[in-house]
Every structure is written in structure tokens, then in C-alpha cells.
């Protein structure tokens, strides 16, 4: 199973998800400009990095394909606590791993709790407790 399929450029909105500079990003501008004489319009979107929070910039022709991340959004339980990160198993196929705590969920994550976690292209990432 491939972690990223293709859309038009052109067919961008704010708050879809695209690949810039290879990290996964969610679109926080789009401008659109009128096709020129000789030339196709251009699409100039801005985004902000999912892991890193760092904001990318891209200009492309309207016709051309962009990568789109698959995000698929996963259970798991706490296992145990050590420090900034956690170990933790999937609720649907029992894989063991480690997590790192993000830091607004520190201090509230304990054995037994159920979080959710993305994984966005190979790389997992707390994202919220869940509530029972």
C-alpha cells in the first residue's frame, strides 16, 4: 500500500494535504493566477510542515500533479511511560512501539490510556487522548 496518491494543482483548497519539499503539509493558502499568453495558469500555495510546523511555499503550473499523503489515523494503548515518550500497541494489530509524548499532552498521558496516533508518510506522531 502506497502513503501517497497524486491531485491537480489546480484542485487545491485551503486545508487539503500535499507533499512540499517531501514533508507532509496542510495547505494554508492558495492563489491562483490567470493563465498568461503563451503559458498555463499558475497555482502559488503556501503550507505548514504537520511535523515540524515550519512553513513551505510552491508554485505550479495548474495542470500538474501534486503528492497527496495517505494519513491513516490509528488507536493504540499506553503500555508504559519513560520521561518525553511512551511505549505503546496498536488496538488492531498488537504491533509494540515507541511514541513521542508531543508537549500540550505531557503530564497526562498513563499507562492503560488510549491515544491516537497518525502515521503520515512512514512516521508516526501522537496526535490526542482518546476518551472512553
Known amino acids: ?14 486545508g487539503n494535504y500535499v507533499v512540499m519539499d517531501g514533508v507532509a ?7 491562483i493566477s490567470r493563465p498568461g499568453k503563451h503559458g498555463h495558469a ?14 513551505r511555499n510552491m508554485v505550479l503550473p495548474g495542470s500538474d500533479n501534486v503528492d497527496i499523503p495517505i494519513i491513516d489515523k490509528r488507536n493504540a494503548q499506553v503500555l508504559s511511560v519513560h520521561g518525553t515518550s511512551c511505549n505503546v500497541m496498536d488496538s488492531e494489530t498488537f504491533e509494540s512501539f515507541d511514541l ?25 506522531v501522537m496526535k490526542q487522548i482518546k476518551s472512553n
Request: glycine share 12%; net charge negative.
Open 1 to 14: 500500500m502506497s502513503d501517497i496518491k497524486y491531485k491537480s494543482a489546480g484542485s487545491l483548497q485551503k
Open 100 to 124: 513521542e509524548i508531543p508537549q500540550e499532552l505531557a503530564g497526562e498521558i498513563n499507562e492503560g490510556t488510549i491515544v491516537l496516533y497518525w502515521v503520515i508518510l512512514g512516521e508516526k
Open 25 to 31: 503539509c496542510i495547505v494554508s493558502d492558495v492563489n
Open 42 to 55: 499558475k497555482v502559488n500555495f503556501s503550507g505548514v510542515g504537520l511535523l515540524d510546523g515550519k512553513k
